[in-house]
Nanobody
Framework: VQLQASGGGLVQAGGSLRLSCAASGFTLDYYAIGWFRQAPGKEREGVSCIDSRGTFYSNSVKGRFTISRDNAKSTVYLQMNSLKPEDTAVYYC????????????????????WGKGTQVTVSS
């Protein structure tokens, strides 16, 4: 089972990026895929998650980010719009059975098979 995040880059504030999380070794349809991020010197933060029940977002990105999945391509996407400098971080994807939201943030408990991550840098 492998997950690989890609699509990061450098963008100006207000711009957009689309991240991809490509899954291999398992059937994506049956699992939840979560996006998380970690900025230098900060704790890992949940961003968004998608499972059989629907989509979930942390308060910090709600209304700006959209998560979607293409089961035929075994890929989950994270469309990030209206990017802010505080969105700068390494973004990771991971999987679980279901998504969990705790205190307004997507929770990483039980998430596994973290990929290498992709760097997103938003300049002001």
């Amino acid at each position: 089972v492998q997950l690989q995040a890609s699509g990061g880059g450098l963008v100006q504030a207000g711009g957009s990026l689309r991240l991809s999380c490509a899954a291999s070794g398992f059937t994506l349809d049956y699992y939840a895929i979560g996006w998380f991020r970690q900025a230098p010197g900060k704790e890992r933060e949940g961003v968004s998650c998608i499972d059989s029940r629907g989509t979930f977002y942390s308060n910090s990105v709600k209304g700006r980010f959209t998560i979607s999945r293409d089961n035929a391509k075994s890929t989950v996407y994270l469309q990030m719009n209206s990017l802010k400098p505080e969105d700068t971080a390494v973004y990771y994807c991971a999987y679980n059975i279901y998504c969990s939201v705790v205190g307004g943030s997507v929770d990483a408990y039980g998430m596994r098979n973290w990929g290498k991550g992709t760097q997103v840098t938003v300049s002001s």
